[in-house]
């Protein structure tokens, strides 16, 4: 398959159907010419480059990978309206996009709209390079500005020219977690007397903890391991030359195809030695999200949006209550309208959203990279996919930050929050660990 690749970069054709596209266009337009590579499947991670940004979703168990190399054009943004400038720019983006099939954009944004370290708050880019196997039939994606496709075709081979795949390393011993465990436990008693003294009656409190390794963390092989682990999530990653975030996220921020819209409303969170998911602090937990995601959604809806009934959700070894909601949105809703409404849910924020935004302020509630935020897909005609950013690591270099948190309700027992965000930093402990080898019995990946 790489092999058909270089050939579609190289051949004269391609520059010639490129321009052919771009006639009469702006300089400014963004021009995409989709290559079929030919029958296959490939999760693309040994292209993951060392020197370019990238974007990369995969879902296992459709059969769906992509890799996204470069920016052909991108914007960010933060603040207040900062999902409204990306919706601005990607409206800017379609309206003079020149291509010969489906194209797509990549999106992702951070908890907090004053976060500004280490990634941009808000990101939105059209890829220079896509590589998609999806179903078994594989593509390349190549898109440039009008004004500068002779030096886009110039970059192209060398970002593909410098995969940055390595061994998963060898991690240091782990600092002692009592200190920070016992900090977090005082925040969750703090919440639960202001949930008893009736001001909020839901607040998500994240943990992060962080590991050392003596060698760079490798992002293919943390991906390819969280590809193994749970195929029925969506596993993601957005780098650059400095980080990596990636992850393996069981909850869907938002989809829009047409005016049909689904969400998840997703919360309880069971894993194997913990209480089962049918008690009632789970099923109160997951009630509020439902009650907040269809209030967010019936603004923009034809009819009231439909909730179906609860059912367990399977994240690896983490079990959790889902929910879908679906609606009818009107004519005219764009997917960042109905992110700006549903962002962020009580499954991340708390409940009432705004009570629960302020009282995580006042606490300082600390959430690095785009963790809780989201990762988004958008088509060139509008619709689009939003997930939300969780089960995240935030690589750099020899450390890896882990982040992971736990919904706090009345009834909530500290020690029990304390257990599920450990189990929940244990999925991505295990993707940063070496796979098990085969003489123990087991040669999966962990």
């Not at 921020?253 to 969400?263: S, T, Y």
């Amino acid at each position: 398959m790489i092999h058909a690749l270089r050939r579609c970069l190289n051949a004269p054709e391609t520059s010639g159907r490129l321009a052919a596209l771009a006639a009469g266009a702006p300089a400014s337009a963004p021009v995409s010419l989709r290559l079929a590579l030919g029958r296959g499947t490939t999760d693309w991670l040994t292209q993951l480059p060392a020197a370019a940004p990238y974007w990369y979703r995969a879902r296992p168990d459709h059969d769906e990978y992509r890799l996204a190399i470069g920016h052909a054009l991108h914007v960010t943004s933060a603040g207040p309206n900062r999902l409204a400038a990306l919706d601005n720019a990607f409206a800017g983006f379609c309206r003079d996009w020149r291509r010969n099939g489906p194209a797509f954009a990549f999106a992702g944004f951070a908890f907090d709209a004053a976060n500004n370290a280490p990634l941009p708050n808000a990101l939105l880019a059209i890829p220079a390079i896509l590589l998609e196997s999806v179903a078994g039939e594989c593509s390349v994606t190549l898109s440039a500005p009008a004004g500068r496709l002779a030096q886009a075709a110039a970059e192209w081979p060398q970002w593909l020219a410098t995969p940055a795949v390595t061994s998963p390393p060898s991690q240091r011993p782990s600092r002692p977690e009592a200190l920070a465990e016992r900090a977090w436990i005082g925040r969750v008693n703090a919440a639960l007397r202001d949930i008893e003294a009736g001001r909020v009656d839901k607040i998500v409190l994240a943990r992060s903890r962080k590991i050392e390794a003596d060698a760079p963390f490798s992002a293919a092989a943390v991906l390819g391991q969280l590809i193994a682990q749970q195929p029925a999530s969506l596993v993601y990653a957005y780098g650059n030359e400095q980080h990596s975030f990636v992850g393996a996220t069981p909850e869907r921020l938002v989809r829009l195809a047409g005016q049909h819209v689904e969400a998840d409303a997703l919360a309880g969170t069971a894993w194997p030695g913990s209480l089962a998911l049918s008690e009632t602090k789970n099923r109160h937990e997951q009630a509020l999200v439902v009650q907040a995601v269809c209030a967010a959604l019936a603004p923009f809806s034809e009819k009231p949006p439909v909730a179906e009934p609860a059912q367990e959700h399977a994240a690896g070894q983490l079990l959790h209550l889902r929910s879908r909601v679906a609606a009818t949105v009107r004519p005219g809703t764009t997917l960042f309208d109905v992110v700006r409404a549903l962002h962020p849910t009580p499954a991340i924020g708390g409940f009432p959203v705004a009570a629960a935004q302020a009282w995580l302020a006042v606490h300082n509630e600390q959430r690095n990279g785009w963790y809780s935020g989201a990762i988004g897909l958008l088509t060139a005609d509008g619709n689009g996919e939003f997930s939300v950013a969780l089960r995240s690591a935030l690589l750099a270099g020899n450390s890896a930050e882990l982040q992971a948190g736990a919904g706090i309700v009345a009834g909530s027992d500290a020690q029990h929050e304390l257990a599920e965000t450990t189990a929940k930093l244990g999925t991505l402990l295990a993707a940063l660990a070496p796979p098990i080898a085969p003489e123990t019995g087991d040669s999966r990946r962990a």
